[in-house]
């Protein structure tokens, strides 16, 4: 079994300043793990991916995620937000040897202010 | 390289209709996968298929089928369309049926009135 728990429905910034959206995992098999995001009426677009390589991984747009396995985390975190950033953020899990099914969280709102 | 594409992007339709959406993976894909996302909520899987078989199945009830062709393409079909139907349908494409990369299309927006 596995499962993604986003322990924020929203989270709310100021250009310029750190961004941190936190994601914990269960999963019964060494999970690959991956951050989408998606901007209003568009489809899902690919942060970044944890697939048990470096546990510090880099995405696109300064975005970058660290995998801890003692924590069952992987949170996503930009040093400095940008208006562009503003969209909903999805935290999935998909099994390695186990169940290839993804399991998606429930997303959190990431709100830019000027 | 084209991405994941999707058609019709939107429709409308009326309950008790039938709607079929279409898939083409990126090329070299040979799985597919159909989610369903209701507006403010995170994408549910409906069906995964790899190599033309059904490799799993979401919790959607039977009115939604789908079945992946020879191309690797795919159709999601939903008969006796229900207004709780009305959701973003996402397609997303792999290279096998293992932890690889999913990579979604831009979705077809499905209204039932």
């Known amino acids: 079994a596995q499962s993604v728990t986003q322990l924020d429905s929203h989270v709310s910034v100021s250009e310029g300043t750190p961004v941190l959206l936190r994601c914990n995992y269960s999963?019964?098999?060494?999970?690959?793990l991956f951050w989408y995001v998606q901007h209003p009426n568009k489809g899902l677009q690919l942060l970044l991916k944890y697939t048990s390589a470096a546990t510090l991984v880099k995405g696109i747009n300064g975005f970058e995620a660290e995998f801890k396995k003692s924590e069952t985390s992987f949170h996503l975190t930009k040093p400095s937000a940008h208006m562009s950033d503003a969209a909903e953020y999805f935290c999935v899990v998909r099994g390695v040897g186990g169940s290839y099914i993804p399991t998606f969280g429930r997303g959190t709102s990431l709100i830019v202010h000027p | 390289d084209a991405g994941v594409t999707q058609s019709p992007t939107h429709l409308i339709k009326t309950r008790g209709q039938h709607v079929t959406l279409r898939c083409s993976p990126i090329s070299g894909h040979k799985s597919v996968s159909w989610y369903q996302q209701v507006l403010g909520q995170g994408p549910q899987f409906i069906f995964q298929?790899?190599?033309?078989?059904?490799?799993g199945r979401g919790n959607f009830p039977d009115r939604f089928s789908a079945r992946q062709f020879p191309n690797y393409s795919s159709e999601l079909n939903v008969n006796a369309l229900l207004l709780g139907d009305s959701a973003l349908y996402l397609c997303a494409s792999s290279l096998e049926d293992s932890g690889n990369t999913i990579y979604f299309g831009e979705g077809s927006w499905l209204t039932v009135v």
């Open positions: 298929y790899y190599e033309k078989e059904e490799r």
């Open positions: 999963s019964s098999y060494s999970p690959s």
